[in-house]
């Protein structure tokens, strides 16, 4: 499974987390549907898990207007998955996150405007975590 393939899975299993509170595992199980898993998936889904009352912080630090409870549930998952990668993956540059969560934004919505906002969101973190 490539890099993107892992963090499109790992929004689903993020979003179902939230949704219906299962663990990550049984969440991952469930996008993987019989695929084999992935390092990479594992460590994106149970690493924001982890971390999320962290990522929430640094997320609410760098919305402007608005609180985190106000974002759509799919780009809360895309947002946190994002903020994981920059801050705890060493070996993935920031704006290939940055770049990475907005083409995933606009492929699960359909929306532009959803790119523009994980954008602005992603690069006012990145800035913060400099």
């Known amino acids: ?22 663990c990550p595992n049984e969440a991952i199980e469930t996008v993987l ?15 924001t898990v982890e971390h999320l009352e962290e990522i929430d912080q640094l997320l609410q630090s760098a919305l402007t207007n608005w609180s985190l409870s106000r974002v759509s549930r799919v780009d809360r ?7 994981y990668e920059m801050k705890w993956v060493d070996d ?14 606009k492929g699960f919505t359909g929306d ?17 975590l400099k």
Do not use: W
């Open 92 to 105: 993935i540059p920031v704006n290939v996150s940055i770049n990475e969560a907005i083409d995933i934004a």
């Open 33 to 47: 549907d019989g695929e084999e898993k992935d390092s990479f998936l594992l460590s994106l889904v149970n690493g």
């Open 112 to 128: 532009v405007e959803s790119g523009k906002f994980v954008n602005g969101v992603l690069s006012k973190l990145a800035g913060m």
């Open 1 to 22: 499974m490539n890099r993107r393939v892992a963090r499109i899975k790992a929004v689903q299993s993020l979003y179902q987390v939230e949704m219906t509170e299962v």
């Open 77 to 83: 998952a895309i947002l946190r998955m994002a903020a």
